[in-house]
């Protein structure tokens, strides 16, 4: 089964933490000397990366990737579906789209899909001391058990030990996890090594007599209790996340509302602004556009159907008054497709719908496609007027489009090929822009000087420059790690791993 130890974190539910643990138990490892590697078999989510060789992979395990010191892969997850609509999903498989299935026809095709995860484990495990799986929705899912490649059907594929984890802020942790148990089967069961606690806040000898009674009921220790962790420079995965609101500046500070499509995609393309001094709103309804300085337009998985909702709500119309009193609109992929004239598909690539209007805020006309890109980019972008800001990202699009507005950047690189293309567009004021490159925000000198322009127009002063999106982003996982290595039993969980 190749040489590395696995260790599989599992949850009683979605957004109970399984990739937020898994991502600091990764660092904890490698901070131990061992060479540490994420792996979740099949991840439903829209929020992608685009690995070196230009494969999409789940955001998450990129970002577990990058807690393990590692650079992605695709055999990090194997099997990416992306939600096309209600019963449709794109599936990916080694990084690769393969092809559109309903969820009966998914379902029938996950016999054959077992191979393409094993692949995946055995080459990864060859190279690696410990990989730690992370298991996706609940084990107890019984009407999905036959042929699971998400869960169980996982640790029993390559032996691995399991460790439930649930979350006590949602209420209910402790019938959760005993009702997960009572649904597995016995040999599954075998597999549950220990619990976690996630998200506790509150008094610890209040909780003891609810561990005693878990211990006692289920035979399996609580390997500890996390506690509730702000993590606002750490992506989130599931879109439950945009229940919140994101951070909250000072008075007088910008306001940036992002759109939440209903089929939104990379929406974590904006957690670096979170933490910017600047108050970032998703908005389901025009009038949220009310106080913002910035609308922004995010990637989504199908264009055509979340631009008819836009105009559906009337997002159109209030757009267009909200450009007439001085706002800035962004658009981000699929998002930057919908600001221009028109969107095509002749295909029938994303839905049923052929041809939609489109905003006409840019002179643009995007034009769907077969084949997707996936790309990593450098490019040189020119926003605000009068500046050009080295960038980087990635590119995830179906699509190509052509027309009269200028360019937002030039891309230098894609997949470390040298290249000259043109990306987005701009308006002749500047006020409107658009660009296929996702993490644009990643990138601090671009968003500061975003920043300082919204600021500028409201005669705001900017503030000293702030840290680093980066070096953010690795305090918090460095605080994150020491928080769970303090509240579990370490010691435990690497007996567990095979790894003490």
């Known amino acids: 089964m190749g040489k590395a130890r696995p260790i599989m974190i599992q949850g009683t539910g979605s957004h109970v933490g399984k990739s937020v643990l898994t991502a600091a138990l990764l660092r904890l490892f490698n901070d131990a000397g061992l060479r540490a590697a994420p792996f979740k078999a099949q991840n439903m989510a829209l929020n992608s990366h685009v690995t070196a ?31 096309t609509g209600d019963s449709l999903s ?14 009966r026809e998914y379902h029938g095709f996950k016999k054959e899909v077992r191979k393409f995860v094993l692949e995946s484990y055995l080459r990864l495990a060859s190279e690696y001391d410990v990989i730690v799986i992370e298991g996706a929705g609940s084990p107890a899912e019984v009407n ?24 006590i802020d949602r209420g209910g942790v402790f019938a959760s996890i005993v009702g997960t148990m009572e649904l597995l089967t016995e040999p599954e069961r075998e597999r549950v090594r220990g619990f976690v606690i996630n998200k506790f806040r509150g008094d610890m000898a209040l909780l003891k007599p609810g561990l005693d009674f878990l211990e006692k009921r289920t035979g399996r220790p609580v390997l500890g209790v ?20 994101g951070g909250v500046g000072p008075e007088g500070a910008v306001n940036i509302a992002v759109i939440k499509l209903p089929r939104i995609s990379n929406f974590t393309d904006f957690d670096p602004l ?13 009038s949220g556009l009310g106080s913002a300085d910035m609308a922004i337009i995010p990637g989504t998985k199908n264009t055509l ?17 909200f450009r007439e009193r001085g706002g800035a609109i962004a658009g981000i992929c699929g998002g930057f497709q919908m600001l221009g004239t028109a969107v095509e598909d002749p ?25 997707k890109d996936t790309f990593q980019v450098k490019a040189a972008a020119a926003w605000p007027a009068g500046k050009t800001c080295d960038v980087e990202g990635y590119e ?15 891309v230098t690189m894609r997949n470390s090929a040298a290249v000259e293309i043109d990306d987005g567009g701009v308006s002749p004021d500047g006020g409107v822009w658009g660009t296929y490159i996702h993490g644009i925000f990643d990138n601090d000198a671009f968003t500061e000087s975003v920043i300082a322009e919204l600021k500028r127009k409201k005669g705001l002063v900017e503030e000293e420059r702030r840290t680093p999106f980066a070096k953010r982003r690795e305090s918090a996982i460095e605080a994150l790690a020491e928080t769970v290595g303090r509240s579990l039993r370490m010691d435990e969980i690497l007996r567990i791993a095979g790894v003490a």
């Open 144 to 167: 999905l058990r036959e042929n699971d490649i998400a869960n169980m059907g996982v640790a029993e594929l390559v032996d691995s030990p399991v460790v439930l984890v649930g979350d």
């Open 226 to 245: 996390v506690p509730y962790m702000q993590t606002a420079d750490l992506p989130d995965e599931d879109g439950v996340a945009l229940q919140d609101t």
């Open 274 to 286: 979170k933490s910017t001094g600047v108050r970032v709103t998703f908005i389901d309804d025009p």
């Open 90 to 103: 794109q599936v990916i498989i080694h990084g690769r789209v393969y092809g559109v299935m309903s969820a």
């Open 53 to 83: 060789d230009g494969g999409e992979i789940g955001r998450a395990q990129a970002f577990q990737a990058f807690c393990a010191r590692l650079s992605p892969t695709v055999d990090m997850n194997p099997i990416l579906l992306k939600p």
């Open 305 to 321: 159907a979340d631009l008819q909702w836009l105009k559906d709500k009337g997002f159109d119309r209030a757009l267009g008054l």
């Open 396 to 410: 995830i699009h179906m699509g190509r489009t052509e027309g009269k507005a200028a360019p937002f950047a030039r």
């Open 347 to 371: 295909y029938g690539v994303e839905s049923g719908l052929k041809s939609v209007e489109g905003l006409s805020l840019l002179e643009t006309k995007t034009v769907m496609t077969r084949k």
